[in-house]
T-cell receptor, first 115, second 112 residues
Framework: GAGVSQSPSNKVTEKGKDVELRCDPISGHTALYWYRQSLGQGLEFLIYFQGNSAPDKSGLPSDRFSAERTGGSVSTLTIQRTQQEDSAVYLC?????????????FGPGTRLTVL | SQQGEEDPQALSIQEGENATMNCSYKTSINNLQWYRQNSGRGLVHLILIRSNEREKHSGRLRVTLDTSKKSSSLLITASRAADTASYFCATTTIQGAQKLVFGQGTRLTINP
């Protein structure tokens, strides 16, 4: 079946603009994760969704970042008033179970560049 | 912040040789996973080892886990040019079982 897909693959925006990044997880996967990868910080966890439970937002770096998951499937990560330090590759992953016993399947990522 | 460190940061070997990468972590873990990343984009899961396991094999991959030393190693035998990539270890902790905490990664280059 299809893997995790993300759109857009690349996004260039101006400082101060809002951006939305989309993730389509693998069908049937109940858990969805967002990570970001930057030169300075490496790979960092941002947020985790599992079914109807409240999301784990402990990795979001500021209140400019938010995410939602509609219908237990597609997720959107929104960054408001983007800053240059938000430039990174944003990776989405999904897994079959909620707990850390299962592997996570990653999408190709969205490369965000804030000018 | 990162859970731990990987060693070496970069490794360059000849095709056919074995490659060994090490990963250390700081807190108690639920499991440890290794991922490969090509060209700075999506990660591919390679192998998962649970905290109560000491060694695991998958094809040319061998992973060991020493929870007393809070360390793991990934061995790739008979390396191929296609193995050139960055390799990351990632842990899930008992407290935060859902999220992966990644190491800094090892950049592996296989020379033909």
């Amino acid at each position: 079946g299809a893997g995790v897909s993300q759109s857009p693959s690349n996004k260039v925006t101006e400082k101060g603009k809002d951006v939305e990044l989309r993730c389509d997880p693998i069908s049937g996967h109940t858990a969805l994760y967002w990570y970001r990868q930057s030169l300075g910080q490496g790979l960092e966890f941002l947020i985790y969704f599992q079914g109807n439970s409240a999301p784990d937002k402990s990795g979001l770096p500021s209140d400019r970042f938010s995410a939602e998951r509609t219908g237990g499937s597609v997720s959107t990560l929104t960054i408001q008033r983007t800053q240059q330090e938000d430039s990174a590759v944003y990776l989405c992953a999904s897994s079959r179970w909620p707990r850390g016993l299962a592997e996570q399947f990653f999408g190709p990522g969205t490369r965000l560049t804030v000018l | 912040s990162q859970q731990g460190e990987e060693d070496p940061q970069a490794l360059s070997i000849q095709e056919g040789e074995n490659a060994t990468m090490n990963c250390s972590y700081k807190t108690s873990i639920n499991n440890l996973q290794w991922y490969r990343q090509n060209s700075g984009r999506g990660l591919v899961h390679l192998i998962l080892i649970r905290s109560n396991e000491r060694e695991k094999h998958s094809g040319r991959l061998r992973v060991t886990l020493d929870t007393s030393k809070k360390s793991s190693s990934l061995l790739i035998t008979a390396s191929r040019a296609a193995d050139t990539a960055s390799y990351f270890c990632a842990t899930t902790t008992i407290q935060g079982a859902q999220k992966l905490v990644f190491g800094q990664g090892t950049r592996l280059t296989i020379n033909p």
